[in-house]
Every structure is written in C-alpha cells, then in structure tokens.
C-alpha cells in the first residue's frame, strides 16, 4: 500500500512561484508513472501532468503552456510540481496520483490507483 503525501501548497500572488512535493511511503513508486491533478471549487478534477517511471516522458494540460515542470526523485521517492507564473485561475486544491500497473502515462483520472491528500493553492490577484 503506497500513501502519498502533498506539501508546499499556500497563498501566493499572481505572477509567482510554488513548488508543490508529493512524498511517497510504504513501498517504492520508481516504477509506477505519476501524475498531478487539480480540483477547483465547483469544478470536476483536472489533469496537470504526468511522468513516466523514468522521468523520461512527461506530458501536461494544454492551460499549463510551460508553467509548470513535473519531476521526480526516485531515490527520495518523491514527485514535484515546480509552478511559476501562476495565475488566480491555478487556485485549487493539488493531488498527486499513482498510475496503475502496466499503464506509462496517463490524463484520466481512471489511470490511476492512489491518491493523496491534496494540498490547497491559493493565488491573488
């Protein structure tokens, strides 16, 4: 059983920079791909991005257009999310996923099996 933990969520202003950290426990998360989502008040959840187990394939929600970088430390068996440029319209509470065995990437929440808490972000305008 994976638990995944978000940090480094807060109130920032437009225009600045969050990066948002998803600690993983329990077992290791090197060979599952990872994923950010985000749920906005009164909105459905929404895909931000995603890496590959190896970190050599990531892929992003068309808002992002290069904001945000997703990474990951596999032998700190965490995953990031580096935000800048962040707008009023990023406000949301963040999660970290788990993709499912066998899967590479994934969009849909359905792709993936274990979820964080989530972490809220909060950006003035």
């Known amino acids: 059983q994976v638990q995944l933990v978000e940090s480094g969520g807060g109130l920032v202003q437009a225009g600045g920079s969050l990066r948002l950290s998803c600690a993983a426990s329990?077992?290791?998360?090197?060979?599952?791909?990872m994923g950010w989502f985000r749920q906005a008040p009164g909105k459905e959840r929404e895909f931000v991005a995603a890496?590959?187990?190896?970190?050599?394939?990531?892929y992003y929600g068309k808002f992002v257009k290069g904001r945000f970088t997703i990474s990951r430390d596999n032998a700190m068996n965490t995953v990031y999310l580096q935000m800048s440029s962040l707008k009023p319209e990023d406000t949301a509470v963040y999660y970290c996923?788990?993709?499912?065995?066998?899967?590479?990437?994934?969009?849909?929440?359905?792709?993936?099996?274990?979820w964080g808490q989530g972490t809220q972000v909060t950006v003035s305008s």
């Open positions: 996923a788990g993709l499912r065995p066998g899967l590479q990437i994934g969009v849909d929440e359905d792709e993936y099996e274990y």
């Open positions: 329990g077992r290791s998360i090197s060979n599952s791909g």
């Open positions: 890496i590959k187990r190896s970190g050599g394939g990531t």
